[in-house]
């Protein structure tokens, strides 16, 4: 084995040993509480790295497929599904004993070129998307716990995106559409809205609210908001205003997960241990608030959980982006010794009066 390999397999050993040492896992804390604590996973480390598999295991009790359940990576053709990758992820779910989020039924991206290529008409598209969000969420009927049904259907200027060929070629029905036929596939399944930059209030959240409110009004079934909350020290984020945001929601009757959290670090100066400890403070205070959120926010997962494997430094071009919980080797950075400090802090007997979620 590479040294490189080695370091990571001694570094997955010691958090493996760590948790069998009763240092406690984020899984076991969470567990404790009722809390689901997840990450996005990536099908290709997931069959070609067994550490990687084997902390996510030990460490979450929810995954997400970061890519393999997407429209794309789904329809190589109109007539044809590759389940492959998201059967795997959902398999090792299932043998770890995980509940699943389902990422994502309807978004404007990563979608097929057969699809976007094509000259369909509405009813055309109308049957493309109702036969795609049958045919998904029926083949896991009973095994994921919550879709994002919708992901991202805002603009940058908070309305709704004409750059959707969804909106293009159906208008912005396709949203309740999607919804229902969602509910249809999957009536056990809790139907989320999923977006960014609706964390805290402002004009944004209030557009993610009053789509969703209009939802309720019309009767479509949609059961929460994922709040991605891809983050940044350089940015603030009041635990008070997040938790007022998530409490307006759940006043409407929803459920929040955070859906895709990680917090960047390189848009930012200052020494290295400084920066990861502003991190952990910004992953404790999230924390912190869907604990104390009286059951609203019920579930916190991270977009990856190693920065050896995140979209960050791709997306932002810093080579050394490290927005996640642990190292390229698989330790534990702060940010996940302070999540786990806080869900182990929140299964102690004084706070056992937290509702049961
Ligand atoms: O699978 C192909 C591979 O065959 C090909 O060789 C390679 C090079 O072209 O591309 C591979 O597909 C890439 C895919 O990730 C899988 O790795 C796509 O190019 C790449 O664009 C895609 O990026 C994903 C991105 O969504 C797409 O916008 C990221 O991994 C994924 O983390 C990111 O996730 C999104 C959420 O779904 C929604 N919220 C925002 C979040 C970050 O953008």
């Not at 084995?1 to 009763?22: F, Q």
């Not at 049958?134 to 992901?151: F, P, S």
């Not at 969804?166 to 208008?171: L, M, N, P, V």
Request: hydrophobic content about 45%; overall charge neutral.
């Amino acid at each position: 084995m590479t040294g490189s390999r080695v370091r990571i397999a001694a570094a997955a050993l010691v958090l493996a040993g760590a948790v069998m040492a009763g240092a406690e896992s984020l899984r076991a804390n969470a567990d404790r509480v009722g809390f689901a604590i997840g990450a996005a996973v990536a099908v290709g480390p997931l069959k070609g790295e067994s550490t990687y598999g084997t902390v996510a295991a030990g460490e979450f009790n929810l995954v997400v497929a970061e890519n393999a359940m997407k429209f794309g990576p789904l329809r190589p053709s109109r007539t044809t599904f590759f389940w492959d990758d998201a059967d795997a992820i959902v398999a090792f779910a299932q043998a770890n004993r995980m509940r699943v989020r389902g990422h994502t039924l309807v978004w404007h991206n990563q979608l097929s070129a057969w699809l976007t290529g094509g000259t369909f008409t509405r009813d055309e598209m109308i049957q493309i998307l109702r036969d795609h969000i049958l045919t998904v969420a029926g083949r896991y009927r009973g095994e994921v716990m919550a879709w994002d049904v919708v992901n991202e259907a805002l603009g940058n200027n908070n309305t709704l995106r004409t750059d959707s060929i969804w909106y293009q070629r159906i208008g912005p029905e396709y949203i309740d559409m999607a919804f229902r036929w969602a509910h249809e596939a999957d009536p056990g399944a809790l139907l989320f809205y999923n977006d960014y930059g609706a964390e805290l209030p402002g004009a944004r959240s209030d557009a993610v609210y009053a789509l969703v409110h209009g939802m309720i009004q019309r009767g479509v079934p949609i059961h929460g908001v994922g709040l991605q909350m891809h983050t940044s020290i350089a940015w603030s984020l009041s635990p008070q205003s997040l938790a007022a945001n998530i409490g307006r929601f759940g006043a409407l009757g929803l459920q929040v997960h955070v859906t895709e959290m990680d917090v960047r670090i390189e848009d930012s100066t200052g020494d290295l241990q400084g920066r990861l400890a502003q991190q952990a403070s910004r992953y404790r205070d999230v924390l912190e608030v869907c604990l104390a959120s009286h059951g609203v926010c019920r579930a916190l997962l991270t977009w990856g959980f190693t920065d050896k494997y995140s979209w960050l430094p791709g997306f932002t071009g810093h080579p050394n982006e490290a927005g996640l919980i642990l190292d390229k080797t698989y330790n534990p950075k702060p940010a996940y010794l302070a999540l786990r400090d806080t869900l182990a802090l929140a299964s102690r007997p004084l706070y056992r009066h937290l509702p049961r979620r």
